[in-house]
């Protein structure tokens, strides 16, 4: 597994509030400035930990799968996350944003989503869905 974060910082944005919110999101993976934007990449699927539980708590697992499942190409799928949300810690699926988002990319087999997203609690589908 292959996992790849990153985001544009614009002018106006904090290059260090951003990278302190990414941190946060997704520990472990280090980040560094490539351009006009923030890029981190690991191999290591603890690095999700983070993502996995807020998707967990807020009882989105089912809505996060058929996203991942939905988005997946050629070994890869995505999700586009909420810039402004993440700064203050939450994760969101981003619905087109100004500052433009996080983009979290994932090298997975397709076969391997569901656990991906489950992890050892299985489930059949019976989170209630929302965002």
């Given at each position: 597994?292959?996992?790849?974060?990153?985001?544009?910082?614009?002018?106006?944005?904090s290059?260090?509030?951003?990278?302190?919110?990414?941190?946060?999101?997704?520990?472990?993976?280090?980040?560094?400035?490539?351009?006009?934007?923030?890029?981190?990449?690991?191999?290591?699927?603890?690095?999700?930990?983070?993502?996995?539980?807020?998707?967990?708590?807020?009882?989105?697992?089912?809505?996060?799968?058929?996203?991942?499942?939905?988005?997946?190409?050629?070994?890869?799928t995505?999700?586009?996350?909420?810039?402004?949300?993440?700064?203050?810690?939450?994760?969101?699926?981003?619905?087109?944003?100004?500052?433009?988002?996080?983009?979290?990319?994932?090298?997975?087999p397709?076969?391997?989503?569901?656990?991906?997203?489950?992890?050892?609690?299985?489930?059949?589908?019976?989170?209630?869905?929302?965002?």
């Open positions: 597994m292959r996992i790849l974060v990153k985001t544009r910082i614009y002018p106006t944005e290059e260090e509030k951003i990278r302190i919110a990414l941190e946060k999101l997704f520990p472990g993976v280090e980040f560094s400035r490539s351009g006009d934007e923030i890029v981190g990449e690991s191999t290591d699927p603890r690095v999700l930990d983070r993502f996995r539980e807020v998707i967990r708590s807020r009882k989105v697992r089912d809505s996060i799968e058929s996203l991942l499942l939905e988005n997946w190409h050629a070994g890869r995505f999700l586009a996350l909420n810039k402004q949300d993440a700064t203050k810690g939450v994760f969101n699926i981003a619905e087109s944003s100004p500052l433009g988002d996080i983009l979290l990319e994932i090298e997975i397709r076969e391997d989503i569901h656990e991906l997203v489950w992890g050892d609690s299985g489930g059949s589908g019976s989170e209630v869905q929302g965002r």
